[in-house]
């Protein structure tokens, strides 16, 4: 194991991240904030509870899901994708490292930082909101596992990009519509019965509803399910990786 | 002794059909400072990128200071350090960052006292905690050796390292790649100054169309390729060659002033003593004479341009 090699592409990861902070982390807290602002105070305050949680407590799980995803797949697609923009991929590949060593490194770095983001924007929601967390270990896992598993999916978008506006279509043309229709701001019980069936195909309701358990103990779907359908996910983006690295696809000629 | 590089029956076929490397077969000993010359798309740069790992091999064998470098490529790419062609660097790190990055990658602890000795060596230690995008080409340049040396590599690969850097700045490239090779240090340079070959190398490989079509020692390749010129400069005009001369390899300049006779290095005894000899038979006076040798740029050439015509 290179333990120095992979220490050294998740400090310069981390380091990227300390020199643009604004954009990094006060960016997307912003943006969030905004959201509890106007959807929790202003309007929730009209909208009833669901599930007997007041409507602005009720989207925070989603909410902070929402900026996780976005965060995950943008921070790692960009730690992957700038190397090979700028030619510097040339020094991973002639390293002495391994594909998991590499993954270990950027996605590590990602999904650290998507952690971090989760936490700032939870505990900034409490200055608008009052909300509890019932299950605060699995909070936190649910927290880790959609970050690292977003962070690989954004891995395999930096790899698959072979310009700019890639890295984008991905995250705003799939993951935050998905996202909107997954349950952040309902529950899908609120929806007639063949739009809750086409929400099952939405694999973001799971991640909502696991991470809303976590919060409340209410959920769309089983606890089980969800963790079945993240690691599940997991898994597909790990193979997307191996087979990258096995056929050096847009890595090595 | 084991070659610090050995290349057997290298093949690389890219994906459209296209044959970058033909039957490679190549030995760099330990110590030695190895040319690789060649023009333009030859696959200097694509072997160089196999043997460092960046690109993959279709066929043959590859090692790198003893070790396969698909087999055993840890051992074998922490042996080597690699100055790319593109200055290719990440433009908003300072200097010691960059430098110390590319020690741990290749899975050394840090050694402050290292990355020191090798800033100061490339007189970039007074621009340690400057931004990359600050620094002027030269600068840069010198950055991409000191990342390339910041793991304490026993085979070092510059990838055209002086090109587009001024006069007194690859003066002062060839005089570091002298003290590393001291150190004990393999090079392989690649380079299209040949100059820079010919002052530095210890042995020139010279590589066309993807295939090795030479590899000799320097000296030898010099003299036994090379060509020399003796040029008399007449006391009296000449309107043609005598024709005691017409056998001899000797042309009369435009002016008619200038006998010039070329021969080969290794037979110039008994030629230039033949020609002196029977100019004094026909009364033919002189008032000067020099010699010149054909650079190893002129021998490159005629190889290459030999190659392709044959």
Same mark, same amino acid.
């Given at each position: 194991m290179?333990?120095y ?5 998740y ?14 982390? %006060? !960016?997307?807290?912003?943006s969030t904030?905004?959201? &509890?602002?106007? *959807? $929790?105070?202003?309007i +929730?305050?009209?909208m009833?509870?669901?599930d ?8 925070i ?5 929402l ?16 190397p ?5 991929i040339?020094?991973?590949?002639s390293?002495p ?32 909101v009052d ?8 909070? %936190? !896992?649910?927290?880790i596992?959609?970050a690292?598993? &977003?962070?690989? *999916? $954004?891995?395999?978008? +930096? ?8 890295l984008?279509i991905v ?31 939405n ?5 909502i ?8 103990g ?18 597909a983006?790990m193979?997307?990786?191996w ?11 | ?14 994906e459209g059909?296209f044959?970058?490397?033909?039957n490679i ?8 400072i ?8 030859a ?12 690109t993959?091999?279709?066929?043959g ?5 003893g070790?396969d470098?698909?087999k ?9 350090g690699l100055v ?7 433009s908003f790190?300072?200097?010691?960052n ?23 060596d490339?007189?970039?230690w ?11 080409g ?12 910041s793991?304490e590599?026993?085979i070092?690969?510059?990838d055209?390292?002086?090109a587009g ?15 590393l ?10 380079t ?15 590589i066309?169309?993807?295939?090795i ?9 010099m ?17 043609k060659?005598p ?12 002016d008619?002033?200038?006998?010039i006779?070329?021969f ?15 100019l004094g038979?026909?009364?033919i006076?002189?008032r ?17 341009h ?5």
């Amino acid at each position: 194991m290179n333990f120095y090699g992979v220490k050294a592409i998740y400090n310069f990861e981390m380091s990227r991240m300390r020199r643009t902070l604004m954009q990094s982390v %006060l !960016s997307p807290v912003i943006s969030t904030c905004l959201y &509890f602002v106007v *959807f $929790g105070s202003a309007i +929730g305050s009209r909208m009833g509870n669901i599930d007997n949680i007041e409507y602005a407590a009720y989207i925070i799980p989603g909410l902070v899901m929402l900026s996780l995803l976005m965060q995950s797949i943008s921070n790692a697609s960009f730690g992957i994708y700038m190397p090979k923009f700028s030619g510097t991929i040339y020094e991973v590949l002639s390293a002495p490292v391994s594909y998991v060593e590499v993954v270990l490194g950027y996605v590590g770095a990602a999904a650290t930082k998507s952690v971090i983001l989760g936490l700032i924007i939870l505990a900034t929601a409490r200055l608008f909101v009052d909300y509890s967390v019932l299950h605060p270990f699995w909070m %936190l !896992s649910f927290l880790i596992l959609t970050a690292v598993t &977003f962070s690989m *999916f $954004g891995f395999i978008i +930096g790899i698959w990009a072979d310009g700019f506006e890639k890295l984008q279509i991905v995250p705003m043309m799939i993951v935050t519509p998905l996202t909107f229709l997954g349950g952040t701001f309902y529950s899908i019980d609120m929806l007639p019965e063949i739009w809750q069936t086409i929400s099952l195909f939405n694999p973001v309701v799971y991640l909502i509803s696991g991470f809303r358990w976590a919060f409340y103990g209410v959920s769309d779907v089983h606890v089980g399910i969800s963790v079945g359908m993240t690691l599940l996910f997991l898994l597909a983006c790990m193979s997307g990786i191996w087979w990258i690295f096995k056929t050096g696809y847009r890595l090595r000629t | 002794m084991q070659p610090d590089i050995s290349v057997k029956n290298l093949n690389k076929v890219y994906e459209g059909g296209f044959q970058a490397l033909k039957n490679i077969n190549l030995d760099i000993n330990r110590g030695e400072i190895f040319a690789l010359l060649g023009p333009n798309g030859a696959g200097k740069t694509t072997m160089i990128s196999i043997i460092c790992g960046i690109t993959n091999l279709s066929s043959g064998e590859v090692r790198a200071a003893g070790h396969d470098i698909v087999k055993d490529y840890r051992k074998a790419r922490g042996s080597i350090g690699l100055v790319p062609q593109e200055l290719n660097t990440d433009s908003f790190e300072t200097v010691w960052n960059a430098v110390s990055f590319s020690r741990g990658l290749f899975g050394k602890a840090p050694n402050p006292a290292h990355i020191e000795k090798v800033l100061r060596d490339l007189s970039l230690w007074e621009k340690r905690n400057n931004r990359i995008m600050t620094l002027s080409g030269g600068m840069k340049r010198r950055l991409m050796i000191a990342k390339a040396l910041s793991h304490e590599p026993r085979i070092l690969f510059l990838d055209e390292p002086t090109a587009g850097v001024d006069v007194e700045l690859r003066r002062d490239m060839w005089e570091m790649v002298r003290k590393l090779r001291e150190d004990g240090v393999t090079i392989i340079l690649t380079t299209h100054y040949i100059e820079e070959a010919e002052e530095m190398a210890d042995r020139i490989g010279v590589i066309r169309q993807g295939e090795i079509i030479l590899v000799e020692d320097k000296d030898q390749l010099m003299s036994k390729l090379g060509k020399k010129e003796l040029r008399l400069h007449l006391q009296n005009k000449l309107d043609k060659v005598p024709g005691e001369l017409i056998l001899e390899p000797v042309e009369l300049s435009e002016d008619g002033y200038e006998l010039i006779y070329t021969f080969d290095s290794q037979q110039e005894q008994a030629g230039v003593a033949r020609l002196l000899r029977t100019l004094g038979d026909i009364g033919i006076e002189y008032r000067d004479l020099r010699t010149r040798e054909s650079s190893l740029e002129e021998i490159f050439v005629g190889l290459v341009h030999e190659q392709a015509a044959g």
